[in-house]
T-cell receptor, first 114, second 111 residues
Framework: ETGVTQTPRHLVMGMTNKKSLKCEQHLGHNAMYWYKQSAKKPLELMFVYNFKEQTENNSVPSRFSPECPNSSHLFLHLHTLQPEDSALYLC?????????????FGPGTRLTVT | EDQVTQSPEALRLQEGESSSLNCSYTVSGLRGLFWYRQDPGKGPEFLFTLYSAGEEKEKERLKATLTKKESFLHITAPKPEDSATYLCAVQPVSNDYKLSFGAGTTVTVRA
């Protein structure tokens, strides 16, 4: 595996379900991110982890719960979601200490809440 | 608050018809401006980083330029495979992790 991988690629869940999204980066980076992408809207940063420590939480509802067990893996736990949470969820990683700050993205999980 | 505005929202080109995409930004100290390409159903793919006004970067038919207020992505003699959504993002000097994205320009190139 290379780059950033995400599973599952597609997920349909009811409002009462609990599910988790998984992200793994194979780039040796120390920072990982969750973004939400809705149609016709800019990417919204949800959470940032640096060396497993959460550094940003952009007022995300508590029904989204991130977990970063190590610098290569990132999870997003979902529970009691709303239909408006349907979107493409993207994971990214970067290595800010290298002098460049570009983020590398995974393919995303397309989430549909019914 | 950092802001990024991309125009036009959509662009339809004939193969070989060169054009430019605009990214206007406001940021409290620019660390870098980034261009990404996103194909339908996929994650954004990194293209360029620009750091200072006057800088230019090229990759195949794409050329990105930067001024103090905006960036342009020039597509020269596009081919159908250049069809995608192009995203612009800025990062402030004050934050190593934050990227503020524009909504993107969707480019369609017809053969």
């Amino acid at each position: 595996e290379t780059g950033v991988t995400q599973t599952p690629r597609h997920l349909v869940m009811g409002m009462t379900n609990k599910k988790s999204l998984k992200c793994e980066q194979h780039l040796g980076h120390n920072a990982m991110y969750w973004y939400k992408q809705s149609a016709k809207k800019p990417l919204e940063l949800m959470f940032v982890y640096n060396f497993k420590e959460q550094t940003e939480n952009n007022s995300v509802p508590s029904r989204f719960s991130p977990e970063c067990p190590n610098s290569s893996h990132l999870f997003l736990h979902l529970h009691t979601l709303q239909p408006e949470d349907s979107a493409l969820y993207l994971c990214a990683s970067s290595q800010p200490t290298s002098g460049t700050a570009e983020q590398y993205f995974g393919p995303g999980t397309r989430l549909t809440v019914t | 608050e950092d802001q990024v505005t991309q125009s036009p929202e959509a662009l339809r080109l004939q193969e070989g018809e060169s054009s430019s995409l605009n990214c206007s930004y406001t940021v409290s100290g620019l660390r870098g401006l980034f261009w990404y390409r996103q194909d339908p159903g996929k994650g954004p793919e990194f293209l360029f980083t620009l750091y200072s006004a006057g800088e230019e970067k090229e990759k195949e038919r794409l050329k990105a330029t930067l001024t103090k207020k905006e960036s342009f992505l020039h597509i020269t003699a596009p081919k159908p495979e250049d069809s995608a959504t192009y995203l612009c993002a800025v990062q402030p000097v004050s934050n190593d992790y934050k990227l503020s994205f524009g909504a993107g320009t969707t480019v369609t190139v017809r053969a």
